[in-house]
């Protein structure tokens, strides 16, 4: 077992104990499955792309750009060869275009330095990445999560954590920012974990995730 995998199998067991709401969840979907991915470029790359638009879209014009991109894993170097007008080919807004050169560009001059960031702080990997045009404090929480694992980040500003934490507590109407904040305070330090099991509720009546 990774050193990942046993520190969410136990973040999972003591969430049982501490959240009566969410041990039922958890004994349902069973120990949290995260793992951090190793393409950390193309996961930002992704997270651009999938903005203000359905998953199904933010899939079909990812896949269009891998393509683009050729045999592997896109990366800076091969996002910076593709001209403006070739982003706009597979779908992608003026805008996007634009954030995905500048994401291409910040990583080439190494102001965002993404293989060094399993090294760094939080708040560190945060204020690195929100320097990106297109990136902001929910994408880094994203990154941080299902990037690199971080284990006690809580994104109170998600939808779908919003509509979890009212189908968990069986709330009348969805709770706002505050009232997630502090039910999450009783999760810590396995915010991270906890959200996932907000979003796999959710997954269990539709199969789109949060990326």
Partial sequence: MS?????????????????PR???VIDNIGVCSLKPYRYRFALLLRSIVSQQISTSAARTIYKRLHALTGKGQPSAEKIMQLS??????????????????????MVLEKQVRLHKMHTM?????????????GIGQWTAQMFLMFGLCRPDV????????????????????????????????????????????CWRVLEMETPDGPW
């Fill in 84 to 105: 403006h007008e070739e982003l706009r080919s597979v779908g992608l807004s003026a805008q996007k275009a634009n954030y995905v050169h500048h994401l291409a560009e």
């Fill in 154 to 197: 809580f994104p109170h500003d998600d939808l779908g954590i919003q509509n979890g934490i009212q189908t968990i507590y069986e709330l009348e109407t969805r709770p706002d920012k505050q009232t997630c904040i502090e039910i999450a305070e009783l999760w810590a330090p396995y915010r991270t974990v906890a959200s996932w099991y």
């Fill in 22 to 24: 969410l041990k039922p």
């Fill in 3 to 19: 050193d990942h995998a046993k520190s969410f199998a136990e973040a999972s067991l003591h969430l049982r104990k501490v959240d």
């Fill in 121 to 133: 702080t939080d708040d560190e990997v945060t204020a690195e990445l929100v320097q990106v045009k």
